[in-house]
Nanobody, 126 residues
Framework: DVQLQASGGGLVQAGGSLRLSCAAS????????IGWFRRAPGKEREGVSC????????YYADSVKGRFTISSDNAKNMVTLQMNSLKPEDTAVYYC???????????????????WGQGTQVTVSS
């Protein structure tokens, strides 16, 4: 069975940091891109970042560039999203997802992803 297990969410003050992890199993990790999405209350799901395990490309939403860093550990089948300088507007449920192909034009489109994990709540207080 395909599984994507997101973890690492929590409550943090503005300016703080959190590290989210996405543990993957049940598919060929090296052949997929792993993306992070978030959904805030009353808002649509938003692409946050993505990393391709095929060519190492990384992508970021403008709202998180310079603050978030995505990385992949192919030996552990795990993707990490390091989130620094967190803002209250980063508050959302964060999800990881897997897609077989990715480009700078498609990474933030949820329909491009085949597999989804459960979410982890990130709350940033002001």
């Amino acid at each position: 069975d395909v599984q994507l297990q997101a973890s690492g969410g929590g409550l943090v003050q503005a300016g703080g940091s959190l590290r989210l992890s996405c543990a993957a199993s049940g598919f060929t990790f090296d052949d997929y891109a792993i993306g992070w999405f978030r959904r805030a209350p009353g808002k649509e799901r938003e692409g946050v970042s993505c990393i391709s395990n095929i060519d190492g490309s990384t992508y970021y939403a403008d709202s998180v560039k310079g603050r978030f860093t995505i990385s992949s550990d192919n030996a552990k089948n795990m993707v990490t999203l390091q989130m620094n300088s967190l803002k209250p507007e980063d508050t959302a449920v964060y999800y990881c997802a897997a897609a077989p192909e990715m480009s700078d034009k498609t990474w933030s489109a949820p329909f491009e992803y085949d597999y989804w994990g459960q979410g982890t709540q990130v709350t940033v207080s002001s």
